[in-house]
């Protein structure tokens, strides 16, 4: 922020509380956005639902049974946004005026209901949800609530139906009561195409033969969730299947992924394992399916007992190889303790469903991979949040006064969310966190909760006073920023925190516990225990005769803060010999100028790609390192064998050869094979161009930037047709990569040449720019349409191309 020369300094104890003069007072009240209030309870939801593709309709008739949750009622409020309402009446009361304004359905009642009363209504209605978005800071096309993909069949995706109902948008295909806090149970009954697959939450109990080319699905669920959990997909879809504990696992790919669609949704049994044992509290869903399905408008969508995967979670066993799906499988499956079975009670407490699934994540990874790749997920995580206060600020994460409800999903909710409760397990400990847990879920099962419920529990549980803690962490801003300096003497040895964070992005002072260790000379070390309470804090703790080689403020690196420590340069090198904490060790590789053949061997053996990478560029003029070959044909990361092959390039040529050799020959790893093929075309660049052509790699998706990268170094203009024929999919891909590369390749051919070929060029960026529906894909078309133009003398293009300079300069006057 920008500060004032009119400042106040007032001094108390031991902090300092500077404040900018306030010369006026607004006396407007803060933005709060409650929890819904609750009128009615509903209890059921039972849908009939059929597919009108030609007009992108969903039409149906909802039967809902409510009942009045406290006080009398004489109206009820149903939420049904861009329908149209055919008729509504009930069987068991007397319905005396029915209004509907677009987003709402306003029921008069004949006479007044009271607590225990049910309520039967029967809606029938068609769901528009290709519709105008209702208004709002932040509407978008991902508010439809339920999207047909290539409902023609005349494109290159599979004809597909898919909803996601988060935050509020489930009342776009049915109606019902679409608030976080508001669940029931349901029967669903979908009538598709007999050749189509579907999935919704719950069992399926029955699939009926129409005898007309349809056939009807009734799912069953009858375990109560939030009505934004509620699902449906329809598609052609390849199902795999197994159990776990009696409970179906299923897998829904794309039928192309048939042979790796385990693989795709991976240790998903063992996931299920983990995570029951680890919060004491079983699975407590009737099945578990995993559906991938194209132009996801999220990253996955955690709809109970039926998650909803983007389609970039498709990959065949070599790209599993590179980069698994374990992270968001984990995040997705730990939603149905942490939203699915208890849920936020509004938006504002968010992150009690998405801090919980992001801790998931490392939760996982520490159990399947070991701690350092836990630990460096957790880095990157902080790095996320960091990179998002830089350009949106900061807000609590218990945040009322957001402007639209979309903007809770954040790197709050999710990043700092999960880094909180790694803090609190941190100072619990891990028996008190994790009994917690277990009482958390017990007590708030199939409920929706706010944060101060969490607190209780643990409060109760400990005797602890924690309201200090979600104080600063859930209801403050922002999180500290250290300056720390270290030093000793015979008698003691010293620690100078301080909090240089600035207000009002950050609270001026946050309480953090604290537990220095100091290594001595003699191999040993101590944990002491200390409070950093005020903006600049001193601690000592005496050495009792022993000599200090080290000290470390945070030796576990539990904090969510930006540290800076003052340390001499070759403390760094100590940090390497005595640490075993990723972060420690990343911040000395980071900053020491080289390290010795045992540093380096130390590293190696933590398996971890990233510190292993940053010791061999740490190596310096250090040979003859027997195990680098070794490490790479035992290390499953491809990013380590990528790191020991620059290694071999400059100290071992010939190995180096021998490898990048058989790589071309072998499958496996794309990373491993996009390297050899770059290496290989510095060596030889003709027999590459045949390696590609005879295997075919042209057709293997993941290697196309690759391929595209050596055609475009090529300047062979023969390459041209293979950018053309794959440039559709690049643009609606935002694949500038790609794109780039056609461009640079088209640099280096004659006017003439070119000039044969921009017809058909131009044609498909006339057809995506005219075509496409997303504002991220015309941006690009407009970009490359402009580029692509300037490649040809204005002259030429004008004489041949008339009427496509015309078409390229009315799209660029827009």
Same mark, same amino acid.
């Given at each position: 922020?920008?500060?004032?020369?009119?400042?106040?300094?007032?001094?108390?104890?031991?902090?300092?509380?500077?404040?900018?003069?306030?010369?006026?007072?607004?006396?407007?009240?803060?933005?709060?956005?409650?929890?819904?209030?609750?009128?009615?309870?509903?209890?059921?939801?039972?849908?009939?639902?059929?597919?009108?593709?030609?007009?992108?309709?969903?039409?149906?008739?909802?039967?809902?049974?409510?009942?009045?949750?406290?006080?009398?009622?004489?109206?009820?409020?149903?939420?049904?946004?861009?329908?149209?309402?055919?008729?509504?009446?009930?069987?068991?009361?007397?319905?005396?005026?029915?209004?509907?304004?677009?987003?709402?359905?306003?029921?008069?009642?004949?006479?007044?209901?009271?607590?225990?009363?049910?309520?039967?209504?029967?809606?029938?209605?068609?769901?528009?949800?290709?519709?105008?978005?209702?208004?709002?800071?932040?509407?978008?096309?991902?508010?439809?609530?339920?999207?047909?993909?290539?409902?023609?069949?005349?494109?290159?995706?599979?004809?597909?139906?898919?909803?996601?109902?988060?935050?509020?948008?489930?009342?776009?295909?049915?109606?019902?009561?679409?608030?976080?806090?508001?669940?029931?149970?349901?029967?669903?009954?979908?009538?598709?195409?007999?050749?189509?697959?579907?999935?919704?939450?719950?069992?399926?109990?029955?699939?009926?033969?129409?005898?007309?080319?349809?056939?009807?699905?009734?799912?069953?669920?009858?375990?109560?969730?939030?009505?934004?959990?509620?699902?449906?997909?329809?598609?052609?879809?390849?199902?795999?299947?197994?159990?776990?504990?009696?409970?179906?696992?299923?897998?829904?790919?794309?039928?192309?992924?048939?042979?790796?669609?385990?693989?795709?949704?991976?240790?998903?049994?063992?996931?299920?394992?983990?995570?029951?044992?680890?919060?004491?509290?079983?699975?407590?869903?009737?099945?578990?399916?995993?559906?991938?399905?194209?132009?996801?408008?999220?990253?996955?969508?955690?709809?109970?007992?039926?998650?909803?995967?983007?389609?970039?979670?498709?990959?065949?066993?070599?790209?599993?190889?590179?980069?698994?799906?374990?992270?968001?499988?984990?995040?997705?499956?730990?939603?149905?303790?942490?939203?699915?079975?208890?849920?936020?009670?509004?938006?504002?407490?968010?992150?009690?469903?998405?801090?919980?699934?992001?801790?998931?994540?490392?939760?996982?990874?520490?159990?399947?991979?070991?701690?350092?790749?836990?630990?460096?997920?957790?880095?990157?995580?902080?790095?996320?949040?960091?990179?998002?206060?830089?350009?949106?600020?900061?807000?609590?994460?218990?945040?009322?006064?957001?402007?639209?409800?979309?903007?809770?999903?954040?790197?709050?909710?999710?990043?700092?969310?999960?880094?909180?409760?790694?803090?609190?397990?941190?100072?619990?400990?891990?028996?008190?966190?994790?009994?917690?847990?277990?009482?958390?879920?017990?007590?708030?099962?199939?409920?929706?909760?706010?944060?101060?419920?969490?607190?209780?529990?643990?409060?109760?549980?400990?005797?602890?006073?924690?309201?200090?803690?979600?104080?600063?962490?859930?209801?403050?801003?922002?999180?500290?920023?250290?300056?720390?300096?270290?030093?000793?003497?015979?008698?003691?040895?010293?620690?100078?925190?301080?909090?240089?964070?600035?207000?009002?992005?950050?609270?001026?002072?946050?309480?953090?516990?604290?537990?220095?260790?100091?290594?001595?000379?003699?191999?040993?070390?101590?944990?002491?225990?200390?409070?950093?309470?005020?903006?600049?804090? %001193?601690?000592?703790?005496? &050495?009792? @005769?022993?000599?200090?080689? #080290?000290?470390? =403020?945070?030796?576990? !690196? /539990?904090?969510?803060?930006?540290?800076?420590?003052?340390?001499?340069?070759?403390?760094?090198?100590?940090?390497?010999?005595?640490?075993?904490?990723?972060?420690?060790?990343?911040?000395?590789?980071?900053?020491?100028?080289?390290?010795?053949?045992?540093?380096?061997?130390?590293?190696?053996?933590?398996?971890?790609?990233?510190?292993?990478?940053?010791?061999?560029?740490?190596?310096?003029?250090?040979?003859?390192?027997?195990?680098?070959?070794?490490?790479?044909?035992?290390?499953?990361?491809?990013?380590?064998?990528?790191?020991?092959?620059?290694?071999?390039?400059?100290?071992?040529?010939?190995?180096?050869?021998?490898?990048? %050799?058989?790589?071309?020959? &072998?499958? @496996?790893?794309?990373?491993? #094979?996009?390297? =050899?093929?770059?290496? !290989? /075309?510095?060596?030889?660049?003709?027999?590459?161009?045949?390696?590609?052509?005879?295997?075919?790699?042209?057709?293997?998706?993941?290697?196309?930037?690759?391929?595209?990268?050596?055609?475009?170094?090529?300047?062979?203009?023969?390459?041209?047709?293979?950018?053309?024929?794959?440039?559709?999919?690049?643009?609606?891909?935002?694949?500038?990569?790609?794109?780039?590369?056609?461009?640079?390749?088209?640099?280096?051919?004659?006017?003439?040449?070119?000039?044969?070929?921009?017809?058909?060029?131009?044609?498909?960026?006339?057809?995506?720019?005219?075509?496409?529906?997303?504002?991220?894909?015309?941006?690009?078309?407009?970009?490359?349409?402009?580029?692509?133009?300037?490649?040809?003398?204005?002259?030429?293009?004008?004489?041949?191309?008339?009427?496509?300079?015309?078409?390229?300069?009315?799209?660029?006057?827009?």
């Amino acid at each position: 922020m920008a500060l004032d020369d009119d400042w106040e300094t007032k001094w108390l104890d031991t902090l300092v509380v500077s404040a900018p003069r306030v010369d006026s007072f607004s006396y407007s009240r803060p933005v709060y956005n409650p929890s819904a209030e609750r009128r009615v309870d509903l209890l059921h939801t039972e849908l009939h639902l059929s597919i009108d593709w030609e007009n992108r309709q969903l039409p149906g008739k909802a039967i809902i049974e409510l009942t009045p949750y406290y006080y009398p009622i004489n109206t009820l409020e149903i939420d049904a946004k861009k329908m149209d309402i055919k008729n509504v009446q009930s069987p068991n009361i007397e319905i005396s005026n029915v209004f509907y304004d677009s987003s709402m359905l306003f029921l008069a009642l004949q006479d007044t209901l009271y607590k225990g009363d049910t309520i039967q209504l029967e809606i029938d209605y068609v769901a528009n949800p290709n519709a105008p978005v209702l208004p709002g800071p932040n509407a978008s096309e991902a508010d439809k609530g339920l999207f047909f993909i290539d409902p023609d069949g005349v494109s290159s995706q599979p004809t597909q139906i898919w909803t996601q109902g988060e935050t509020e948008n489930n009342s776009r295909w049915f109606p019902t009561i679409d608030k976080p806090n508001e669940n029931t149970t349901q029967d669903i009954y979908i009538t598709v195409a007999d050749s189509l697959q579907t999935l919704s939450n719950g069992r399926l109990l029955s699939s009926t033969n129409n005898n007309d080319g349809t056939r009807t699905d009734h799912w069953s669920q009858l375990i109560p969730h939030a009505v934004y959990l509620s699902m449906i997909a329809v598609g052609d879809f390849y199902v795999s299947r197994e159990t776990w504990n009696n409970i179906d696992l299923h897998y829904y790919v794309d039928l192309e992924y048939e042979e790796s669609a385990k693989e795709i949704f991976a240790h998903t049994p063992e996931m299920l394992d983990y995570f029951s044992n680890l919060f004491d509290y079983e699975y407590p869903w009737d099945k578990y399916a995993q559906i991938a399905v194209h132009d996801f408008v999220a990253g996955a969508m955690e709809n109970t007992g039926a998650v909803i995967f983007g389609d970039f979670v498709q990959k065949d066993k070599w790209e599993l190889l590179d980069a698994n799906n374990d992270k968001i499988v984990a995040h997705e499956l730990v939603h149905h303790w942490f939203g699915n079975l208890v849920t936020c009670e509004s938006w504002a407490n968010l992150t009690l469903n998405e801090g919980f699934a992001n801790y998931g994540e490392y939760l996982w990874l520490n159990h399947k991979y070991g701690l350092f790749d836990a630990d460096e997920h957790r880095k990157d995580e902080f790095a996320s949040y960091l990179y998002s206060t830089q350009f949106f600020g900061t807000h609590p994460l218990i945040h009322f006064s957001y402007e639209d409800k979309e903007d809770m999903f954040d790197a709050h909710s999710y990043n700092k969310g999960g880094m909180v409760l790694h803090m609190l397990r941190y100072y619990l400990g891990d028996t008190a966190f994790f009994e917690g847990i277990k009482n958390y879920l017990s007590q708030h099962e199939f409920q929706s909760v706010e944060i101060h419920d969490l607190r209780l529990i643990y409060e109760d549980l400990t005797g602890l006073d924690l309201n200090w803690f979600f104080d600063q962490w859930y209801f403050g801003h922002g999180h500290p920023s250290l300056y720390i300096d270290y030093s000793f003497d015979k008698d003691s040895c010293y620690i100078v925190v301080e909090q240089t964070q600035l207000p009002p992005e950050s609270e001026p002072v946050f309480i953090l516990p604290l537990r220095p260790r100091v290594y001595y000379t003699d191999s040993t070390f101590v944990d002491f225990d200390c409070v950093i309470d005020s903006r600049k804090k %001193q601690v000592s703790f005496p &050495n009792h @005769g022993k000599t200090p080689s #080290l000290i470390l =403020a945070d030796p576990d !690196s /539990y904090l969510m803060a930006s540290i800076n420590e003052s340390r001499p340069a070759e403390d760094w090198n100590v940090v390497i010999n005595l640490s075993e904490n990723y972060q420690h060790l990343y911040n000395a590789l980071s900053f020491s100028d080289s390290i010795s053949r045992k540093q380096f061997e130390k590293v190696l053996a933590f398996n971890n790609a990233t510190l292993t990478t940053k010791a061999f560029e740490k190596l310096g003029q250090l040979r003859n390192l027997d195990n680098v070959t070794t490490l790479f044909h035992s290390t499953y990361s491809s990013d380590v064998k990528v790191a020991c092959l620059a290694y071999l390039k400059t100290h071992e040529p010939q190995t180096h050869k021998e490898i990048v %050799q058989s790589l071309l020959l &072998n499958e @496996g790893s794309y990373r491993l #094979l996009s390297y =050899a093929l770059y290496e !290989s /075309y510095d060596l030889d660049s003709a027999a590459t161009l045949d390696i590609i052509e005879t295997q075919q790699l042209e057709k293997v998706y993941p290697l196309i930037n690759t391929i595209a990268g050596l055609y475009s170094y090529s300047g062979l203009e023969k390459y041209n047709s293979f950018f053309i024929s794959l440039v559709d999919n690049a643009i609606q891909e935002k694949n500038y990569a790609f794109i780039d590369q056609h461009i640079q390749l088209l640099r280096k051919s004659d006017s003439k040449y070119l000039l044969a070929s921009l017809n058909e060029y131009f044609a498909v960026f006339e057809k995506a720019y005219s075509e496409h529906a997303k504002t991220a894909s015309k941006n690009v078309c407009l970009v490359l349409l402009k580029d692509i133009a300037e490649l040809v003398p204005y002259d030429e293009l004008l004489r041949q191309n008339e009427d496509r300079l015309s078409y390229i300069q009315a799209v660029l006057a827009k």
